[in-house]
């Protein structure tokens, strides 16, 4: 694991680089949170297809129906969504991991991996920081430079 040195009183500027505005923050969010549902869904059609074949009464066989309905359509438009938004900067996907060098900047909270990071950050604080740029953005949030235009 990585820790990011601080050097000096300000670091820097990368350390305390402001959030830039996200342009289709609805399509990222939404994406985010698709994949929430994904895992969600998940752990309830295991729940639920263990609970049934053990040989447990009515309510798990329709749950494991629902779930796993739920599970597929949520995963295809989370592949969707999660492979078509890019980082305006460096145009790697923010919703969707890859095996290269993640920046030194990047979150990663301790018992989750980069993306699911980002994606509990999209959903709880409306930010989040790219984890191959590392530059942070904030969803619904208008750009400042079309104010000055």
């Known amino acids: 694991m990585v820790y990011v040195e601080l050097k000096g009183a ?5 350390d ?3 959030c830039r505005s996200y342009g289709k923050s609805m399509e990222l969010f939404c994406g985010a949170l698709s994949i929430f549902v994904l895992w969600i869904s998940t752990i309830a059609t295991i729940v639920s297809l263990v609970m049934h074949v053990t040989g447990h009464g009515q309510p798990w066989a329709v749950l494991s129906i629902i779930s796993l309905s739920t599970l597929v359509v949520s995963l295809i438009v989370s592949l969707a969504i999660s492979l078509a938004k890019k980082c305006p900067l460096c145009h790697g996907p923010p919703l969707h991991s890859r095996f290269c060098r993640k920046h030194r900047l990047a979150d990663c909270w301790p018992p989750f991996t980069h ?5 509990l950050r ?8 790219c984890m191959y740029c590392g530059t942070p953005f904030r969803l619904f949030k208008k750009s400042s430079r079309r104010n000055a235009d």
């Open 10 to 14: 300000g670091g820097t500027w990368e």
């Open 16 to 18: 305390r680089q402001r």
């Open 115 to 119: 993306r699911a990071t980002v994606v």
């Open 122 to 129: 999209i959903l709880t604080t409306l930010t989040f920081r």
